[in-house]
């Protein structure tokens, strides 16, 4: 009789004790979330927890421009990043529902323009291969970092980026290949990718403030600034991203009133108030493991989830998260972060998306709301974890700008007078730089995108100030040729040969 009654009361006390954590979820997580941008510098952030279909979380927080205090509301637009990819994923899951495409379809029977470096690779890539990071190609990001044209121009000059392992024989995050999915979309559907995922994603889950182009944004109204922070400078605003070329790959911009609805849908399994947008096939096809994940190519968090192993499904990196499989994504463009993720065994989804660069208090939301809401479990301090854990990145950081400050040469001059260096300068798949001399500095533009105001560093090696698009110092080395002359100008870790004065 007593060990009954103790059973009981044990009972009691476990529902009760579940009963205040169900209580306490949404305060638990709103706690660590303001205390998180107070110490993460963050100025605005919106995030959204749906289970089962029911949106069990959503708050916003802060303000969409620092100088203006304007605050952040359910209509506010943030740019979603490489969580975009996911999307796309989905709108060529549409097109194979309707039998207009198939998964290993050869890329070249849609896109009979579609080159590569290697040529094997490009007779065998498949619409799969587009998205899961494997191709074998070398990922050219400077394609779109210090160009601005076209995204049939940009895809032609990734024709020359070279192979770097065998075809599925290996893992490089590769951008391009989401670029040329959305010409996949555009061959086969009729409608540009961007039009296509407003009729076919966007209208049936009513996602009313969703914009496919960043160029949009800015009609549309109602968006956030982004940020930059740095220790020495504060928060200071980052120039928009405006590389709607390479759009498909993270270019979406949405608000937290549609991302309830997104996350609705993927905890319910693709269905939207009754509707379904996929095929329970092409659905769950989305979030099977398609490739293998090394420790180099995953998130600095495996440190603290210590996962058994690592894949990407299609637009979704995955791992294995207290006996379940978490499917998740961030996304980064200057000044902006964001990161969604689902575990469908508990059809719990959560989506973050914040107005200052790399703010990795994404990551601990995630993991903090899956806790609450998957597991029932108030526990771990996922915000100082995390916080701790970027800290110490942050220090390694510091410490190699240190040892780069340090090795500048003092006392030293150029090879030759700095008119010299005057010139233009190309790259075959990179485009064209020009180099002006501009009393006793140099002016480097490159494709008349990007333009760096840059003064003597050591011997023939100049360095940027901050103040570009890219917001960051940057090192340029020229080199000399045999006859005396300037030959050749380093830059992101390729050459720019000269070609005139």
């Known amino acids: 009789m007593k060990n009954y009654r103790f059973l009981l009361i044990t009972m009691f006390g476990l529902l009760y004790l579940s009963s205040i954590h169900a209580q306490d979820k949404v305060a638990l997580l709103d706690d660590m979330i303001r205390q998180g941008i107070q110490d993460w510098h963050i100025p605005g952030m919106t995030a959204v927890v749906v289970q089962e279909g029911e949106v069990v979380f959503s708050k916003v927080y802060g303000v969409k421009n620092i100088e203006s205090q304007k605050v ?74 210090i160009d601005s044209v076209s995204t049939e121009q940009t895809v032609a000059r990734f024709a020359l980026s070279e192979k770097s392992y065998p075809l599925r024989g290996g893992f490089a995050y590769n951008n391009m290949m989401y670029a040329v999915a959305g010409e996949v979309i555009e061959a086969v559907s009729g409608m540009h990718w961007t039009k296509f995922v407003e009729e076919h994603i966007f209208k049936p889950l009513e996602m009313e403030r969703t914009v496919a182009r960043v160029s949009d944004i800015f009609s549309s109204g109602n968006y956030v600034t982004p940020y930059q922070y740095d220790t020495a400078e504060g928060l200071y605003p980052a120039p928009f991203n405006r590389s709607d070329q390479i759009g498909a790959a993270g270019m979406i911009w949405t608000c937290t009133a549609d991302m309830e609805h997104y996350l609705q849908m993927l905890s319910r399994g693709g269905v939207y108030k009754g509707k379904r947008l996929l095929s329970p096939e092409t659905f769950s096809y989305l979030f099977e493991p398609h490739a293998f994940v090394g420790a180099t190519n995953f998130y ?202």
């Open 72 to 145: 952040v509301n359910r209509e506010t637009l943030f740019n979603m990043g490489s969580t975009t990819k996911a999307v796309v994923c989905m709108a060529l899951g549409k097109l194979v529902d309707q039998q207009k495409l198939k998964w290993d379809d050869k890329v070249r029977s849609h896109l009979p323009e579609f080159r590569l470096s290697d040529p094997y690779i490009t007779e065998e890539a498949r619409v799969q291969d587009l998205l899961t990071h494997n191709l074998g190609i070398a990922p050219a990001d400077l394609l779109w970092v």
């Open 300 to 501: 600095p968090t495996q440190e603290l989830t210590k996962p058994d192993w690592m894949t990407y499904g299609l637009g979704w990196f995955q791992h294995n998260y207290r006996g379940h499989k978490l499917d998740f994504h961030t996304g980064s463009i200057a000044g902006l972060a964001a990161i969604a993720g689902i575990i469908h065994d508990t059809r719990t989804a959560v989506y973050v998306l914040a107005n200052r660069d790399h703010a990795e208090l994404r990551h601990a939301i995630l993991y903090k709301a899956m806790d609450l809401w998957a597991f029932n479990d108030p526990e771990r301090p996922w915000h100082r974890e995390i916080f701790e854990l970027y800290e110490k990145s942050r220090e390694r950081q510091e410490t190699a700008l240190k040892k780069f400050n340090e090795s500048q040469i003092p006392g030293t001059s150029t090879s030759l007078p700095l008119p010299a260096f005057r010139g233009r300068y190309t790259h075959p798949m990179l485009g064209e730089a020009k180099v002006n001399v501009s009393e006793s500095v140099l002016e480097i533009n490159f494709n008349g995108f990007v333009n760096f105001h840059t003064e003597h560093w050591h011997y023939n090696s100049f360095i940027s100030d901050k103040d570009n698009k890219l917001q960051s110092r940057l090192l340029f080395t020229f080199e000399i040729g045999a006859d005396g002359t300037v030959s050749k100008l380093g830059a992101f870790g390729e050459y720019f040969k000269k070609v005139s004065e």
